[in-house]
Nanobody, 125 residues
Framework: QVQLVESGGGLVQPGGSLRLSCAASGFTLDRYAIGWFRQAPGKEREGVSCISSSDDTTYYGDSVKGRFTISRDNAKNTAYLQMNVMKPEDTGLYYC??????????????????WGQGTQVTVSS
């Protein structure tokens, strides 16, 4: 069964850090582009960060540049999103997604084929 499972979400104070993990099963991530998306209450889903299958192209949303880092560990079949200096506006449901073609670094949701169920991130004091 093809699955992506996010973990690592939770409650964090402004200025704090979280690392999200995206564990794949039923397929190998090394052939796929990976995207992280989020949806905040009352807002549309947005692309946070994406990376090509070859790791040579990345995208970061303007609001997270310099604070978030996307990566993957192919040996573990897992992708990550390191989030630093977090802000209340980072609050939302975070999704991991995979693109079959491996080149979807514009971080648009329609480019992605497989999706996890999401993990909640709340930034609040």
């Amino acid at each position: 069964q093809v699955q992506l499972v996010e973990s690592g979400g939770g409650l964090v104070q402004p200025g704090g850090s979280l690392r999200l993990s995206c564990a794949a099963s039923g397929f190998t991530l090394d052939r796929y582009a990976i995207g992280w998306f989020r949806q905040a209450p009352g807002k549309e889903r947005e692309g946070v960060s994406c990376i090509s299958s070859s790791d040579d192209t990345t995208y970061y949303g303007d609001s997270v540049k310099g604070r978030f880092t996307i990566s993957r560990d192919n040996a573990k079949n897992t992708a990550y999103l390191q989030m630093n200096v977090m802000k209340p506006e980072d609050t939302g449901l975070y999704y991991c997604a995979a693109n079959f073609w491996g080149t979807a670094t514009n971080c648009r949701a329609y480019e992605y084929d497989y999706w996890g169920q999401g993990t909640q991130v709340t930034v609040s004091s």
